[in-house]
């Protein structure tokens, strides 16, 4: 029998692959390509580390899972995906900071419904913690995405 946590992972993959898919694009395939992997590698990194070597928090089941796994990638890939295409880069400084509050309150949300249905667990992790990281994870994806905009620019 499968589990709810697992339901849970795929439905949500599903759904914010479907929001990435649809969503119009102001990014290159390229640079999709890059931040996508880069958002996933970096997803990983950051919950190995404190899900697997310090145990703040456990996905799934303890170890490596292979639903959760693939999961995580198709999460981190396609809310880069949707971030990055929404993000306001032209608009105000007020205007950009709204933007990554409300995002990372919707990231808050998400956490709060794997938490429901199981997906995460926390051990010494806090909401709190997610809720002071998640503004600073967006800015270092948008910068990651400057900087590779840069590179790109700088080769041609």
Not at 53 to 59: A, D, H, P
Not at 94 to 120: C, M, P
């Amino acid at each position: 029998m499968v589990e709810a946590q697992t339901i849970f992972v795929l439905i949500s993959s599903f759904i914010l692959a479907l929001v990435a898919y649809m969503i119009p694009k102001k990014m290159k395939k390229y640079e999709i390509y890059a931040t996508s992997i880069f958002a996933a590698l970096f997803g990983l990194l950051v919950d190995t580390v404190l899900a697997i070597k310090y145990k703040f928090y456990v996905l799934d089941q303890p170890g490596v899972q292979i639903p959760p796994l693939v999961g995580q990638v198709i999460l981190y890939s396609a809310t880069s995906i949707i971030l990055l295409n929404l993000y306001p880069y032209d608009k105000s400084i007020k205007s950009r900071v709204v933007y990554i509050l409300t995002f990372a309150i919707l990231a808050i949300a998400f956490e709060l419904l794997s938490l429901h249905f199981g997906f995460i667990k926390y051990r010494e992790w806090k909401l709190w913690y997610s809720a002071l990281c998640y503004p600073f994870l967006i800015c270092f994806l948008v910068l990651h995405y400057r900087f590779f905009q840069w590179l790109v620019k700088r080769e041609t």
